[in-house]
């Protein structure tokens, strides 16, 4: 019984990283930011060649995976960017990170037109994380990278403004 469960779970990590990657057009990603509801969107723009953003990665899927676990209503989108939805794919898979729900890749190349529509003042510096409720009027950029508890005190700093 217990090797049938090791063979189950197997099964399930390997699907996991051999679903196709979900893609994100510019379009779509403002459609989904812009949602006016009571859901607090985080969108955390990274590449796998960027160190700073591989290390906060595990803190943002920690805090979905707590989040989730306790109804709030935070969404969170980890969009990658200048990578393409196979080598993204076969990073997580490295890293052993599962890649949904919240991974994506942004299709849109030309970062002439991501970057402004995301914040008219980003100079497009990764990584950096986009808080939203279009609901409430928040939005508030941020270029950097974020430690755990910056992340968790940032967090909880705009669901009061709710």
Known sequence: MKYIFTLLACLLSASAYSQTLPTLALDALKTELGRQDDTLRIANFWATWCKP??????????????????GRQVKFLLIAVEDTPEKVNTFLKNKKMNPNPLFY????????????AIDAKWEGEIPATLFVNDKTNLRAFYPKKFSHTELENTIHLHEKKK
Not at 105 to 116: H, S
């Open 105 to 116: 890749v942004l299709t849109e190349r030309d970062a002439n037109k991501w970057i402004p």
């Open 53 to 70: 953003c591989v290390e906060e990665l595990p803190d943002f899927i920690a805090l979905a995976s707590q989040y989730r676990a306790e």
